[in-house]
Every structure is written in C-alpha cells, then in structure tokens.
C-alpha cells in the first residue's frame, strides 16, 4: 500500500495571510472589471447648448463673459467656446451661428 501523507500548512503570521488574501481579492475584482468592460463610464446626460448668431462687434470674450457662471474663469469660458466650435477668436464673423454650453 502507498499511502502517502499529506502535508499540513500552518499560518505563521495571521496579518500577512489577510494582506495577502485582500490583495489577491482586490486584483482578481479589478481584472474581472476590466476583462467584462465594467471600467468604461459613459455619461447620463447629454451637454446642452445654447446657439448664438453672430453680429457686428460680437467678440468670444464679451459673449464667454455673458453666457458663464460666476465661478467659470473667463479664458477657460472663450477655451470651451473655441473648442467646441473648432474655431479660433479670428475666425468669427457676422451672420454665423455658434455653440455656447449651458454650463459654461
């Protein structure tokens, strides 16, 4: 008969063994989030805007300061703007329409 006998493992250090499991728990939650697509954020709510027609002597600084809020810096505003219209201070010109953010 060949009966072999099992070896039996103690834990030395109760601190480690939990660090070691919680850390093994945490990488197996983060690869399982990542693998099934559960990392990716989408936004719940659409950006609304508000559309503005140009007219002689407008400048985005002037329509930035009107259309922001009170905390909102206004070259961060005329950014926004810019970046939203893919237009640069130098290309507005009467008669055109642009996007400004309601949460601006």
Same mark, same amino acid.
């Given at each position: 008969?060949?009966?072999?006998?099992?070896?039996?493992?103690?834990? !030395?250090?109760? $601190?480690? #063994? =939990? /660090?070691?499991?919680?850390?093994?728990?945490? &990488?197996? !939650?983060?690869? $399982?989030? #990542? =693998? /099934?697509?559960?990392?990716?954020?989408?936004? &719940?709510?659409?950006?609304?805007?508000?559309?503005?027609?140009?007219?002689?002597?407008?400048?985005?600084?002037?329509?930035?300061?009107?259309?922001?809020?009170?905390?909102?810096?206004?070259?961060?505003?005329?950014?926004?703007?810019?970046?939203?219209?893919?237009?640069?201070?130098?290309?507005?010109?009467?008669?055109?329409?642009?996007?400004?953010?309601?949460?601006?």
């Amino acid at each position: 008969m060949n009966t072999k006998k099992r070896k039996r493992y103690r834990v !030395t250090s109760k $601190f480690r #063994f =939990i /660090t070691s499991i919680v850390i093994m728990l945490i &990488l197996a !939650t983060a690869a $399982f989030n #990542f =693998i /099934t697509g559960f990392h990716v954020s989408t936004a &719940l709510t659409k950006p609304q805007y508000t559309n503005v027609q140009i007219t002689y002597g407008d400048t985005l600084w002037a329509l930035a300061s009107e259309y922001k809020s009170n905390d909102t810096d206004i070259r961060r505003a005329v950014f926004e703007i810019c970046r939203i219209n893919d237009i640069d201070a130098s290309q507005l010109e009467p008669g055109m329409t642009i996007k400004i953010p309601e949460n601006l």
